[in-house]
């Protein structure tokens, strides 16, 4: 997966042509939308519409197909769709292609104009990410705050029960299963 980073973002942002295209679509990472083929049709059904709109804004035929070819070449790789995350951003114009497999979901949604759209980009870039992390197993419990950039152990000793006598009280008695085999007669 290929995420974009803050100078590939500025690299959007500088580029001025008479037609941009900005594609966004939600992609699947697994499931039954993977294999109905969902994320082409949306694909596909976006490329429909940026078609048109470029018609109508008297984009060449020549043009158009040069823009749109690296987006219609897409539609066909089978490897492609069968890695993506939560969202794809394609941008395109004349010489230029770039696509981003993203964590963000997006609804379908397609932009033409003198510049990149990169609106639902955004919160990639903001904030520093903070999210927590528990790990649970028969002998540990462990709690994390993660960024970005870090993580960083919790201690929660104090928090959660050492023994089962803890949560139960003091009526808590170990129960054993006893097996004996006998042979046969």
């Not at 042509?17 to 939600?26: A, E, G, H, L, T």
């Not at 694909?43 to 020549?62: D, F, H, I, T, Y």
């Not at 993203?102 to 903001?126: A, H, I, M, R, T």
């Amino acid at each position: 997966m290929k995420l974009i980073t803050r100078k590939e973002f500025r690299n959007l942002a500088g580029i001025h042509q008479p037609f941009c295209v900005s594609i966004f679509i939600p992609t699947h990472r697994a499931g039954k939308e993977v294999f109905e083929k969902e994320d082409v049709t949306a694909l596909r059904n976006q490329l429909k519409e940026v078609k048109a709109e470029l018609e109508s804004r008297g984009c060449p035929p020549r043009d158009l197909a040069r823009i749109l070819e690296p987006a219609e070449a897409l539609v066909s790789e089978r490897d492609f769709w069968s890695k993506q995350s939560d969202g794809l951003a394609l941008f395109l114009a004349d010489g230029f292609f770039e696509k981003f497999e993203v964590p963000v979901q997006f609804e379908p949604f397609s932009y033409v104009s003198g510049d990149f759209y990169l609106k639902p980009l955004l919160p990639l870039f903001y904030g520093d990410g903070r999210f927590y992390l528990l790990t649970l197993s028969l002998k540990e419990t462990n709690f994390y705050e993660c960024t970005r950039y870090s993580i960083t152990p919790i201690s929660i000793e104090d928090l959660i029960p050492a023994s089962m006598e803890e949560v139960v009280g003091a009526d808590y008695e170990q129960k054993n299963l006893q097996f004996r085999s006998q042979p046969g007669g």
